[in-house]
């Protein structure tokens, strides 16, 4: 199998290891697989009596064929191990009637980066090796929060890689800094910035096209290399958890082979719900893909109207992880819809003008397999309070998005077969609102939501955020945004 750009004709010929070292393609473009594998019905009985790491390794063998699938069951077997992912990888839990949560947060950070960034970091390593590379790759980060932490645990420890994290000294949440300050591993580094979270996105990118740092780094054995979302070491590993849910679907009896099923995705930079997508053109027998967005809900107008227009008022929501307005993989889809041609048109447009539109006879094509529905902050908080009173499922903000927008598809098309839910963030991650919807005035403060939630839920708060106050503090280093490259030499030493 081999790997192509979004925006080029050309023959693919780059290798799974190849673009999961490389992140983006030369032109700019996102790596995408000249062909999709198949999934047959045989295949899927074997798979549901199969664990989650072995479901993982014979789903990502298809795509990554220059990785035996003895190296991948290794790496999949050591990536959701019971350890980190307590109570399963992705496990499905009935909220009510045919509403299955697909609950992705029970790794060792407590949301669902962690699908992803507890086993790139290990192909990674093996692609350094598979291309002959000799160096070390360092891993730059600028983070608003989630993607910090997950990246700093995923790449902890792992051979021939070191990962330094850049956040903005005021931007993240209480819970947020201490889980990054807090970090254990020999190869990890943290530093806050002043500055807001655009100055250390910039201040990464400067870095990354800085021919000089290039040198200084290369003269020390190092190379720069990303955990950026749009890596297809990124995407290919959410495919297994789509799959994975039919198996279990099957298992407890609630479809039989063959019977189709929807999947609703709390939607941000489009990875996750892209993943379902490619599941589904596997031949994961998947109807409609929901797309659920927050009051940023620039998908939800594309999906409606085929126009994607950024130019419009961006808000600060309490499902922080899907405040975006472009959502890059949104670029694959346009891809397999309308080809590489159009695709790179379309991108060239919203780089100039902030503004695409694509033709009716493309839409029609999306629209076959997506929708869009949005939820904003009153009804996001209105659906956490009746999803916990109602059913007794505690969600969390992302998670309640997407449960809104399953019940706005249900009223509008009374369509009756399951509905597979993402949950990508466990409540305890975001307390403070958590608790605010459902016992209706706020907790002393951001670290009391913790406690506040667990006594009045009778939950228990996940092992990741558990004690998290009384963890030795091992990085409070603080620099200007200009000077981050300067912190990186110094931890390179
Ligand atoms: C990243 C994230 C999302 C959005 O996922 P995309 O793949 O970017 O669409 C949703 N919820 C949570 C909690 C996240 O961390």
Redesign the pocket.
Known sequence: MFYKSTRSNEKARNTAAQVIKQGLADDGGLFVPESIPSLTAKELEEMCKDSYPVRAARILSKFLTDYTYEELLADCTAAYDEKSFVGGAAPLRNIHDNFECLEL?HGPTA???DMALQIMPRLLSRALVKTGEERTALILVATSG??GK?ALEGYKDVDRVKIMVFYPVDGVSRVQKLQMSTQTGSNVNVCAIRGNFDDAQNGVKEIFADAEMAKALNDKGYFFSSAN?INWGRLAP?IVYYVSAYCDLLNAGKCKMGDAFNVC???????????AYLAKLMGLPIAKLICASNSNNILTDFLKTGTYDRNRDFYLTM?P??D?LI?S?LERLLYFTAGSEKTAAYMDALKKNGVYSVEDDVMAKIKENFIGYYADEKETAKTIRETYDRYGYLA????AVAISAANQYVAETGDALPIVI?S??SPY?FANDVYLAVAGEAAESELAALDALSARTNTEIPYPLAGLANRQVNFTKVVDKTEMSAAVLEYLG
């Open positions: 947060w949301a669902f980066k989630d993607t997950a979302s959410q995705v709390p939607t941000g930079n489009f990875g996750n719900i892209f993943a499902s992880s899907m975006i959502s993989n969390d903000t992302h998670t993402d990508t963030a991650k």
